[in-house]
């Protein structure tokens, strides 16, 4: 898949790529889960208001007895929303959540607007401001656009006849400014959606720059000392084997001298690109320094890292990139880490043996 493919953004503000869509709203699963149990909040708290209201003016009527039932439990499911969204794991069960609770604020309304015997035009503002109040949540735009079209048909269906005075071209005229209220909603919300994605591929892309060797395109230095950092913790906590590979070219400076320097770059990335090949997905590759390489191995002891070497030593004596009488070898170094040892001492340990390859005769490997 090309780079403008992965990144096309549909109409409604998703990635066409399915898994950059999940690392998206994977990214963005933190700040959605507050968004949802503060709106969750606000909403409850709004409609609580309501009725004390309908308490201080209403209390002892058929209607309040009608209708308080209606408003408390949908205050209720608000601080169920609030309590449940700060510990949502993964982001379809937000979904799936917020897609329920707009719907139960649809129900709810409608609901409360049956019990009255007649309407005004406060009614209308409901309307608008609940269908408002549901792209506020962080849903997806097609279940939003699904629950508020609902609602809207279900509102001209229903409690609209109840509205005192209603003459058909005021009917028009407010089918109108739903029309208006939902088109508004749907392009803002859209607009925002895919102005999100655009910054997240911008930061993605940077990252990945900032992470890569502009020459090979696997990662460099800095990005595999962080690795290191990272799974080093993990093995001392779990007691998992962890491993790395130092390898370089012998006599690269040979290979330019005698071909060129732009033949020689040429040379690392077609290396580069067998040993990408070669190891797994899980394996951090990157290029410690001129004609130097660093494997970061998770899960692997020593007896499977000499093992893999010796699988890359021979990939790359079957792939020679030049022609002539020069024939591209690598040395290499592999050592385990140890419980307790310092990344300094780990890297120090496996450039030692890397040294001991090289000086040994070269095209070997050391562990």
């Not at 139960?104 to 309304?109: E, K, Q, S």
């Not at 799974?231 to 998992?240: A, D, L, P, T």
Request: aromatic share 12%; glycine share 6%; charged share 20%.
């Amino acid at each position: 898949m090309d780079h403008g493919n992965k990144y096309r953004i549909s109409f409604v503000g998703e990635f066409t790529d399915k898994s950059l869509e999940e690392a998206y709203l994977a990214e963005n699963l933190d700040s959605s889960r507050r968004i949802t149990a503060y709106m969750a909040l606000v909403f409850g708290g709004i409609l609580g208001l309501f009725l004390m209201h309908s308490y201080l003016t209403e209390r002892g009527t058929v209607l309040f007895a009608n209708v308080t039932p209606v408003r408390l439990a949908f205050i209720f499911a608000s601080v169920l929303v609030f309590l449940t969204a700060r510990r949502i794991t993964k982001h379809k069960q937000l979904v799936l959540m917020n897609s329920f609770y707009q719907a139960m604020m649809a129900v709810v309304y409608l609901l409360t607007l049956h019990y009255f015997q007649t309407l005004n035009y406060f009614s209308v503002l409901g309307l608008m401001t609940i269908t408002l109040a549901m792209y506020l949540l962080p849903n997806r735009v097609v279940h939003s656009q699904v629950v508020s079209f609902v609602f809207s048909i279900l509102f001209f269906v229903f409690p609209i006849r109840k509205l005192e005075g209603l003459q058909v071209n005021e009917l028009y005229r407010i089918i109108t400014y739903q029309a208006i209220m939902l088109v508004h909603c749907n392009i803002y919300t859209c607009w925002a959606e895919t102005t999100k994605r655009k910054t997240f591929v911008a930061k993605r892309e940077l990252l990945e720059l900032s992470s890569k060797d502009p020459l090979t395109g696997i990662y460099n230095r800095k990005m595999f000392d962080d690795a290191v950092d990272q799974w080093m913790g993990f093995s001392e906590r779990y007691s998992h084997p962890l491993s790395i590979i130092f390898f370089d070219v012998d006599n690269f400076k040979e290979v330019n001298d005698t071909y060129g320097h732009i033949e020689g770059d040429r040379v690392l990335k077609d290396l580069a690109a067998v040993v990408k090949q070669s190891i797994r997905s899980a394996d951090v590759f990157a290029r410690w320094g001129g004609d130097e390489f660093a494997i970061l191995l998770p899960n692997t002891d020593l007896p499977q890292a000499k093992k893999l070497a010796e699988r890359l030593k021979g990939c790359l004596a079957n792939n020679n990139p030049l022609e002539g009488p020069i024939k591209i070898t690598c040395s290499f170094g592999v050592a385990q880490y140890e419980p307790n040892e310092t990344k300094q001492s780990l890297l120090r340990k496996v450039d030692d043996l890397l040294l001991e390859a090289k000086t040994g005769g070269r095209d070997r490997i050391v562990g």
